[in-house]
């Protein structure tokens, strides 16, 4: 099946530095990518989703100051959570789907942010 | 509004079979995905569907009703690795998936 990697697994930053989450689509052109968020023993939360080429669609009470998301390319997303706080600890999963492929969605394997 | 309901926590027995429910109202429908999630880990995939009646894929079965908003996800002759949570999660008209909060399933010996 399709793969979708996330870069990094993991990070470690202090209390108002920004850090960037890369999604990457491997092996197809992802003309969307939704990125949600995941607290512990809770469901996925939608944050947003890019389609390529334009602005993304933030979901209702998801600061698109704070969580900025840029789809530059067919293969890749970011999501640059801006002056991190320990609130914004959380997983972030991203997932990807093709254009000709509506109703999947392939996910990647998340990456896990601590904010000290 | 939309919504999926599934239970929050269920108990089974390694070797047994368990049903996990799942009703939605979604405004459209584009199908009914099942998902498995362990600890720490992304959600992956386990089932499709969007036609009424029951998928087979060895253990693991996926049933929709789509008259009566209604799914369910069967699993057969239980392991330990089976212990995960498993989200229910329903395809709108604009293909957004809505997520259901998850069942935690507990398989003990």
């Known amino acids: 099946g399709a793969v979708v990697s996330q870069h990094p697994s993991w990070v470690i930053c202090k209390s108002g530095t920004s850090v960037k989450i890369e999604c990457r689509s491997l092996?197809?052109?992802?003309?969307?990518m939704f990125w949600y968020r995941q607290f512990p023993k809770q469901s996925l939360m939608l944050m947003a989703t890019?389609?390529?080429?334009?602005?993304?669609?933030?979901e209702q009470g998801v600061e698109k100051d704070k969580f900025l998301i840029n789809h530059a390319s067919l293969t890749l997303s970011t999501l640059t959570v801006t002056s991190a706080h320990p609130e914004d600890s959380s997983f972030y999963i991203c997932?990807?789907?093709?254009?000709?492929?509506?109703?999947?969605?392939?996910f990647g394997p998340g990456t896990r942010l601590l904010v000290l | 509004g939309q919504n999926i309901d599934q239970p929050t926590e269920m108990t089974a027995t390694e070797g047994a079979i368990v049903q996990i429910n799942c009703t939605y109202q979604?405004?459209?429908?584009?199908?009914l995905f099942w998902y498995q999630q362990h600890a720490g880990e992304a959600p992956t995939f386990l089932s499709y569907n969007v036609l009424d009646g029951l998928e087979e894929k060895g253990r693991f079965s996926s049933f929709l009703s789509r008259s009566k908003g209604y799914s369910y996800l069967l699993l057969k002759e239980l392991q330990m690795k089976d212990s995960a949570s498993y989200l229910c999660?329903?395809?709108?008209?604009?293909?957004?998936?809505?997520w259901g909060a998850g069942t935690k399933l507990i398989i003990k010996p």
């Open positions: 979604t405004s459209g429908f584009n199908g």
């Open positions: 999660a329903a395809m709108d008209s604009n293909y957004q998936l809505i």
């Open positions: 890019s389609n390529e080429g334009s602005k993304a669609t933030y």
């Open positions: 092996d197809f052109q992802a003309t969307t």
């Open positions: 997932s990807a789907r093709s254009g000709t492929e509506q109703e999947t969605q392939y």
